[in-house]
């Protein structure tokens, strides 16, 4: 036991300076769980650099901390895993999608522990291990049914120093995000190709999707994340991009090829491959040499200049009539159109266009191999496709 010198309290923990230089932190428990359990005699011995005085641990130790309102009850200990196995990070890796619930230890209903304690042969992986070896994979690495695979814990950190030496690598060497690159990348071969890059708001009129032909009860219209002032996150840049041809078209000469690169919303509920924050490019070209040929030629130069294969399509979509969809394997990278459509009308445009809108998330899911478009998305959790919690 300590005398505390002085302390600092955040809403998840307190720092505490002890007397004798010490600097201890620990969980801020609303209930002061632990500080009764200290003051019920779990402490062992005083401090002897801290040289408390008689008259201070009596004061301690007889504080009344009954609270009438609280039911206290036995406490059960759950048996829980061996200790090696419950890593750090893999407490928090499945905190993730199932947070877990803590209750105050003097609410909680005594009851006896009863859970099966489920012992995991060396070939099988409980779901909370699996969902950990699961995130420190890349791409194909491994298969986790692969009977000959070494013990949970062994794997786990073999996998877990791979990923380190990873971390370190591009920590020393390149420091580049994948998907900042990606948009450098994108945005430096557009350029080339004689298209100018737009940079809009993100923040964009509500009217601007009516106008793109998605009414009230169209199923896009309802994954728009809307604001409380009649603005929403823009969910395509097909509406900007509409409005800076019509204004460039008066400027510069023709054929006007305008591009850009940037964050869109839409609220989704299938994941593998669907972000509810993506990265859309949409190049467009507008006048002379807007023909059906022109446009697949510049998305296979495009596609060709970033290393990923790609099949045409033809699809229909509600905004534009007939598209032309670029697909790697199931995955759509793209629609996109020969204009013009009937909607121009609305945007003040009469010339023909032809435009494509491709998600840089799923290009790098493409290009990567990736199991889940989360690993190039814009992410607390994963650095180019690496997991961080390590
Ligand atoms: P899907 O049918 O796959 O939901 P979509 O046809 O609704 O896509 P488009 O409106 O054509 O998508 O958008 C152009 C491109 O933007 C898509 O081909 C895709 O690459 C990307 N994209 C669209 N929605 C998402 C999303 N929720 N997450 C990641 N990328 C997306
Ligand atoms: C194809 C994808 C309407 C002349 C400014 C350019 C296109 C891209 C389709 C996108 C969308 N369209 N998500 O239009 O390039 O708008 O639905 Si324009
Ligand atoms: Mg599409």
């Known amino acids: ?35 009764r359990s200290l003051r019920n005699s779990k402490y062992r011995k005083v401090c002897k650099h801290c040289k408390l005085s008689d008259e201070r641990i009596h004061r301690f130790v007889s504080k009344d901390f009954y609270d009438p ?12 895993a061996p200790k090696k196995v419950l890593k750090k990070g893999m407490a928090e890796a499945a905190a993730q999608t199932a947070p877990v619930q803590t209750a105050p230890v003097q609410t909680v209903p005594a009851q006896k522990s009863e859970e099966p304690v489920t012992v995991f042969g060396k070939d099988h992986f409980s779901p909370s291990q699996r969902k950990r070896l699961e995130a420190l994979l ?29 971390l370190v690598d591009i920590y020393e060497n390149s420091r580049e995000h994948m998907l900042a690159k990606l948009e450098r990348d994108i945005s430096a071969f557009l350029i ?9 708001s993100i923040l964009i009129p509500e009217e601007y999707i009516i106008r793109m032909g998605i009414d009230k009860d169209i199923e896009l219209s309802k994954q728009v994340f809307r604001t409380d002032d009649g603005q929403c996150l823009r969910p395509m840049l097909a509406p900007v991009l509409y409005n800076y041809l019509r204004r460039l078209d008066k400027i510069v000469s023709d054929p006007v090829k305008i591009f850009e690169i940037g964050p869109c919303y839409r609220k989704e509920s299938d994941g593998s491959s669907h972000l509810e924050e993506f ?46 969809d670029v697909m790697h394997g199931d995955l ?28 840089l998330e799923r290009l790098l899911k493409a290009k990567h191999n990736f199991k889940n478009i989360k690993r190039g998305s814009r992410s607390e959790f994963y650095y180019n496709g690496i997991y961080t919690n390590l």
Not at 192 to 199: L, N
Not at 333 to 355: R, Y
């Open 69 to 80: 309102e609280i039911t206290y009850v036995e406490a059960s200990v759950k048996k829980s």
């Open 138 to 166: 890349v791409s194909d690495e491994i298969n986790l049914d692969d009977p000959t695979l070494p013990p949970y814990e062994e794997l786990e950190a073999e996998l877990v120093s791979k990923r380190k030496a990873e």
């Open 279 to 324: 990265t859309m490019v949409n190049f467009c070209q507008m006048g002379g040499g807007s023909t059906r040929e022109n446009l697949i030629q510049l998305i296979d130069e495009f596609l060709t200049h970033l290393g990923i294969s790609y099949e045409i399509e033809g699809d229909e979509c509600m905004v534009y009539g007939a598209t032309v």
């Open 332 to 359: 759509e990278l793209s629609s996109a159109v020969v204009g013009p459509v009937p909607m121009d009308m609305d945007w003040g445009i009469d010339k023909p266009w032809i435009g494509a809108g491709f998600g």
């Open 192 to 200: 080339s190709k004689g298209f100018i890059e737009i940079k809009s």
């Open 1 to 35: 036991m300590h005398g505390v010198k002085k302390y600092e309290i955040s809403s998840r923990k307190i720092r505490i300076h002890t007397d004798c230089g010490e600097v201890i932190t620990v969980n801020n428990s609303r209930h002061s769980a632990s500080a």
